[in-house]
């Protein structure tokens, strides 16, 4: 299926892509998987040394990495040059600290030596989304790298110039060819190539039915899998929480890159005491959203990346209206400009059987759920099939973090932003997906643990 680069604040075609065809997949397949054994053979100051060049070639085209991604996916140009950052220092990370990661440990047993020894798979497939076009890419593929794997990038449809722009990368900084490739494809190729015998692992940030399809595939061809699929998280605001502080980081972490994020809070779960203050306070820094051009910095709202998702998204308010949800703000798409832009929404009255509830709202939409207490706010925290990340505002750190061990979900934070950092792992439970990336688990995601006995 051809692959359309089009721009989501203008609704305009900027170029056209055919996808690779079988011959092209399997050039690309056998440079990797050539690739694979003389890269794991390398050093560690030679794969970690190609990191740290990537993270200054990163930084150094900060900015025109940043305008396409904005004007191919929509997202501000502010949020995109920070993505770039962080691409760069995961890069920075693993270069630094990947060797420790991958250090044998000894072990108690009755050999001489006793030691568990992290090699290389292989050949990664990573299947990545567009919402962080190139962060999801690099989360991915610089611990697979740095422990010694090969990385082939089937990349989002819509998000082609970025998935070439990241090969290209690598070309620059003359990374050994097969080492990472960008495979143009579509999803009726991908079932192929993840069964190819030469492909050692798969690693999917996607949606949950995507994540079902894949999971089956790989299981079936007996492939690791890393999943990283949708997420619903808590933001739970207990009586004794700074407010005000509360509800400024609720507009940052609902709103940034227009809702659209997996680790977004979606469900502002809000104790009955505290509740119209903090509703008052969230609306008013959601309504004051500016919809406009995405690579203008004074704009503050990016349209969504595709009508679509806009259209869907549409339709999940107004379900959740009809089951007797109330909007305090906003609830319809911005038709006065060209684009696919929503505006910012906040819905009341939020509770059980509406998609507002229960379904991941991908976009620039909060869902507010008025609870008695704190034993009903983890309740309903945990009331959902998703498991990716969550919150808790609260005066008293040890309350906080009392009920953060509580959450069923991969990462808790305590009065503060849901985010991922090249330091923590990151992953989730239940229908958000399995594995981990990032920090010593990312890198030990795709490695053979193997025990060596010496007598």
């Given at each position: 299926m051809t692959q359309r680069s089009i721009n989501p604040a203008t609704a305009e075609q900027m170029e056209v892509f055919e996808p690779l065809g079988r011959a092209e997949v399997e050039e690309s397949l056998a440079q990797s998987a050539a690739a694979a054994p003389r890269w794991a053979a390398e050093p560690f100051t030679a794969r970690g040394g190609l990191l740290a060049k990537m993270a200054g070639h990163l930084r150094e085209h900060r900015h025109e990495l940043a305008r396409l991604m904005s004007r191919e996916m929509g997202k501000l140009v502010g949020e995109a040059e920070g993505e770039v950052e962080k691409c760069a220092w995961v890069c920075d990370h693993y270069a630094e600290h990947g060797q420790a990661y991958l250090e044998d440990e000894a072990l108690e047993s009755d050999g001489s030596r006793n030691l568990l020894a992290y090699q290389p798979l292989g050949t990664v497939l990573a299947i990545m989304p567009w919402n962080f076009p190139l962060w999801q890419v690099f989360r991915c593929a610089a611990p697979a790298i740095a422990a010694g794997n090969t990385v082939l990038?089937?990349?989002?449809?819509?998000?082609?110039?970025?998935?070439?722009?990241?090969?290209?990368?690598?070309?620059?900084?003359?990374?050994?060819?097969?080492?990472?490739?960008?495979?143009?494809?579509?999803?009726?190729?991908?079932?192929?190539?993840?069964?190819?015998?030469?492909?050692?692992?798969?690693?999917?940030?996607?949606?949950?039915?995507?994540?079902?399809?894949?999971?089956?595939?790989?299981?079936?061809?007996?492939?690791?899998?890393?999943?990283?699929?949708?997420?619903?998280?808590?933001?739970?605001?207990?009586?004794?929480?700074?407010?005000?502080?509360?509800?400024?980081?609720a507009v940052q972490s609902r709103f940034q890159n227009c809702g659209q994020s997996c680790i977004a809070a979606k469900r502002f779960i809000v104790v009955d005491a505290v509740a119209?203050?903090?509703?008052?306070?969230?609306?008013?820094?959601?309504?004051?959203?500016?919809?406009?051009?995405?690579?203008?910095?004074?704009?503050?709202?990016?349209?969504?990346?595709?009508?679509?998702?806009?259209?869907?998204?549409?339709?999940?308010?107004?379900?959740?209206?009809?089951?007797?949800?109330?909007?305090?703000?906003?609830?319809?798409?911005?038709?006065?400009?060209?684009?696919?832009?929503?505006?910012?929404?906040?819905?009341?009255?939020?509770?059980?059987?509406?998609?507002?509830?229960?379904?991941?709202?991908?976009?620039?939409?909060?869902?507010?759920?008025?609870?008695?207490?704190?034993?009903?706010?983890?309740?309903?925290?945990?009331?959902?099939?998703?498991?990716?990340?969550?919150s808790v505002w609260t005066g008293d750190a040890t309350r906080g973090e009392r009920f953060a061990r509580r959450m069923a979900c991969g990462s808790a934070f305590v009065n503060g932003l849901v985010k991922s950092d090249p330091r923590l792992p990151f992953g989730g439970i239940k229908d958000s997906g399995y594995g981990r990336e990032l920090s010593w688990l990312g890198i030990r995601e795709f490695v053979n643990a193997k025990t060596l006995w010496i007598k």
């Open positions: 990038l089937k990349h989002a449809s819509n998000v082609p110039q970025c998935a070439l722009a990241i090969e290209g990368l690598f070309e620059d900084i003359d990374a050994p060819p097969g080492v990472f490739r960008s495979l143009l494809m579509g999803n009726e190729q991908t079932g192929d190539v993840i069964a190819d015998p030469r492909i050692h692992g798969v690693s999917l940030t996607g949606s949950e039915a995507a994540g079902r399809k894949v999971a089956a595939l790989a299981g079936s061809h007996l492939k690791k899998l890393v999943l990283e699929l949708g997420g619903s998280d808590a933001f739970v605001v207990l009586e004794d929480a700074d407010v005000a502080e509360a509800a400024r980081v119209e203050e903090f509703i008052n306070r969230f609306v008013k820094g959601a309504a004051a959203l500016e919809a406009g051009d995405p690579l203008d910095d004074d704009t503050t709202l990016a349209p969504m990346a595709r009508e679509d998702l806009r259209d869907e998204l549409h339709r999940q308010v107004q379900d959740s209206v009809g089951a007797g949800a109330r909007v305090i703000t906003g609830g319809t798409a911005i038709d006065d400009r060209p684009g696919w832009y929503y505006a910012p929404t906040v819905l009341d009255k939020v509770k059980r059987g509406m998609p507002a509830y229960h379904d991941e709202l991908f976009g620039p939409v909060a869902t507010v759920i008025r609870v008695r207490d704190e034993a009903d706010a983890l309740n309903v925290a945990n009331d959902t099939r998703f498991g990716l990340g969550g």
